[in-house]
T-cell receptor, first 117, second 112 residues
């Protein structure tokens, strides 16, 4: 069974600085997808970034980038130039990729990030 | 706005009761997923439907059931409610299994 672990329950960062959230996962699959979702106090679940395991290039979306280390089964999220609106809980998620895949997402426990002014 | 609509936003009821949560997926999305978010269990996958057919089941209790209708909206039915069923229930939809899932705003269920 796949598991996703986020070892940092809470983090804080000063506005405009850079912060990195950690995520590790355990799987025997070779093909899969990894995601970071953001849940602000409004409780919406917002997709931040997506990485296909077969791609060596790390995904980037504006101020958000990932460091994907497939051999180490590590998938960290870097937020550059942090903004107050980045304050949220961040979830790392895993999804298998194979014929007949259901699309089931397996989530980590979440990391609460507070951006301080 | 994700395009996924969940109703109601809040639901307060008592133990032993039955409730129905409703989800309308994004236009064109055939897959609907239900997730439960609670303090002790975190975010857990419950069940998935694809074009009206059940595709996968996760940690869904026997007291819970779901269905997807021909117009692709989905309902999650929770019966014989217990205090531990208090949680935020999310619906998500996607076009295909490997496409990103877009979440609704959730239904907050409180059992008194």
């Amino acid at each position: 069974a796949q598991t996703v672990t986020q070892s940092q329950p809470e983090m804080s960062v000063q506005e405009a600085e850079t912060v990195t959230l950690s995520c590790t996962y355990d799987t025997s699959e070779n093909n899969y997808y990894l995601f970071w979702y953001k849940q602000p106090p409004s409780r919406q679940m917002i997709l931040v970034i997506r990485q296909e395991a077969y791609k060596q290039q790390n995904a980037t979306e504006n101020r958000f980038s990932v460091n994907f280390q497939k051999a180490a089964k590590s998938f960290s999220l870097k937020i550059s130039d942090s903004q107050l609106g980045d304050t949220a809980m961040y979830f790392c998620a895993f999804m298998k990729d194979y014929a007949g895949n259901t699309g089931k997402l397996i989530f980590g426990q979440g990391t609460t990030l507070q951006v301080k002014p | 706005d994700s395009g996924v609509t969940q109703t109601p936003k809040h639901l307060i009821t008592a133990t032993g009761q039955r409730v129905t949560l409703r989800c309308s997926p994004r236009s064109g999305d055939l897959s609907v997923y239900w997730y439960q978010q609670s303090l002790d269990q975190g975010l857990q996958f419950l069940i998935q439907y694809y074009n009206g057919e059940e595709r996968a089941k996760g940690n869904i209790l026997e007291r819970f059931s779901a269905q997807q209708f021909p117009d692709l909206h989905s309902e999650l039915n929770l019966s014989s409610l217990e205090l531990g069923d208090s949680a935020l229930y999310f619906c998500a939809s996607s076009g295909d299994f490997n496409q990103p899932q877009h979440f609704g705003d959730g239904t907050r269920l409180s059992i008194l």
